[in-house]
């Protein structure tokens, strides 16, 4: 049984770096922070020569238990009589810092749900420190290196973790506590679907917490897997975004999965190409062309660790798009999200390279006005001179067209505009943009700078 301590008051919060200002009272939410603590089992490959089979069907026994005391961050309707009871859990990701990207991507649909956020500090760094998958050499990190409980005793001081092969239990726990009322000190009492996030190292957790743990603890009504590699988590907590046996799938669920990649995990960078796999009545896969693994909408155009302009694409529309019908799909399965085709991979190559046109936008994939009528050409993919950095390979690029090939190409800035926003229709018709976000998206393209 778990117990929820909160909301903190003591000392000073350290909160999970957000790549965008969160500004919570325009739309009349609220920030808490809670503990919560309990006993997390750690699970373990019943074929220990097998730690993690292909196909997704994972075969767990339990290994051994632990006491553990983490941390909620609450993001909630301030008025509680407003929340629609649809809970979102977003399992923190670590991979330099502790950071909520799915908050940043999602926090729209998660609003106008009326929606409450949970991001989870699931994996022991982010509590008493560890090794990360990326060094930004920044001063935060550093600062963050010994865990929460480390940079600030005061108000963390009584928070411990086992270490992350309990950190799937913990974020299960956590998940079916929301479904049964016994977080309703957190979220209210009356709690509609539960769904749980994650992206990038978050994501290969999350393939994990589909194949090994869901089927025994049916925590979540329904996953949101954002930026996955071709691999997964092993069960020991150890992180494998690539996979080295090939591509590891994600197991018939008995809840809706939605797997949302940008151009960047498709292609050679992530690898998730070889872990395709048919859309089937409970999982959606979405690969957006002229997306990168992190983007402009999260650290801006010309970001400081990167020396080239990243990618400007509209993930962040998709994304709440995909989003808003996985809320659907959770509470209704007869409810399914549009398909999308694939990003097209050159035949031949065992790289996942992308097969692009002449200006060197991605073929296929899920399309946007942002490549069919492009003013710029975005890519998943870094340009060459920025070598092989394995954190600047993940913002791809925003590569502008010469000067006077935007007359060239549509004749008119009007004529450029009607060709945007016709395109922009055409996805919202199709499902993969939300009308809501029509006007956000439309202005994106009336500040092009078109020359004449």
């Not at 270490?163 to 709690?191: E, N, T």
């Not at 997306?291 to 302009?309: K, M, Q, S, W, Y």
């Not at 060459?384 to 004749?411: H, I, N, Q, W």
Request: proline share 8%; net charge negative.
């Amino acid at each position: 049984m778990l117990r929820f301590e909160g909301p903190i008051t003591n000392g000073r919060p350290s909160l999970p770096i957000d790549p965008r200002a969160v500004r919570l009272d325009r739309a009349g939410y609220v920030q808490e922070e809670w503990f919560v603590s309990g006993t997390a089992t750690a699970f373990a490959p019943v074929d220990p020569t097998d730690p993690a089979v292909l196909d997704g069907q994972w075969d767990t026994t339990p290994e051994a238990e632990a006491h553990f005391a983490t941390r909620l961050v609450v993001r909630r309707p301030a008025d509680r009589a407003d929340a629609s009871g649809h809970v979102v859990v977003e399992w923190l990701n670590v991979s330099a810092v502790e950071v909520a990207p799915e908050w940043a991507y999602l926090e729209p649909a998660i609003t106008d749900a009326a929606m409450a956020w949970i991001g989870v500090s699931a994996q022991a760094s982010a509590i008493v420190g560890g090794s990360e998958l990326l060094d930004t050499g920044t001063r935060m990190q550093e600062k963050r290196r010994g865990g929460i409980v480390a940079a600030n005793p005061e108000r963390y001081g009584a928070l411990h973790h086992p270490g992350d092969r309990f950190a799937f239990d913990i974020f299960g726990q956590i998940g079916s506590a929301f479904r049964s009322g016994a977080g309703k000190d957190v979220v209210g009492p009356d709690v509609g679907v539960v769904l749980a996030a994650g992206q990038s190292q978050s994501a290969a957790f999350l393939t994990t917490f589909v194949n090994a743990v869901q089927p025994i603890r049916h925590a979540y009504d329904g996953f949101f897997i954002h930026g996955r590699g071709s691999g997964a988590a092993r069960l020991d907590g150890s992180p494998s975004v690539r996979w080295s046996g090939g591509g590891v799938l994600l197991r018939d669920c008995e809840v809706p999965v939605l797997v949302l990649e940008s151009e960047t995990d498709v292609g050679p960078v992530m690898g998730f190409a070889h872990a395709r796999q048919p859309d089937t009545p409970t999982l959606r896969i979405w690969e957006v062309a002229g997306t990168a693994h992190a983007d402009a909408h999260l650290v801006g155009r010309n970001f400081a660790l990167c020396p080239h302009p990243v990618n400007a694409g509209p993930l962040n529309f998709v994304a709440c798009a995909a989003f808003e019908h996985l809320i659907r799909w959770a509470g209704d399965h007869d409810s399914p999200p549009p398909t999308a085709p694939p990003i097209e991979i050159v035949p031949g190559n065992d790289v996942a390279l992308i097969h692009r046109d002449l200006d060197g936008i991605a073929l296929g994939g899920l399309r946007t006005p942002s490549v069919d009528v492009p003013s710029e050409v975005l890519s998943g993919t870094s340009p060459p001179e920025s070598g092989d950095d394995r954190m600047v390979s993940l913002f791809g690029s925003t590569t502008p067209y010469p000067r006077g090939a935007l007359k060239s190409r549509y004749g008119s800035r009007d004529a450029y505009l009607a060709a945007f926003e016709s395109s922009l229709d055409d996805a919202i018709a199709a499902g993969y943009v939300r009308a809501a976000d029509r006007d956000a998206y439309a202005a994106q393209a009336r500040v092009v700078d078109f020359v004449e």
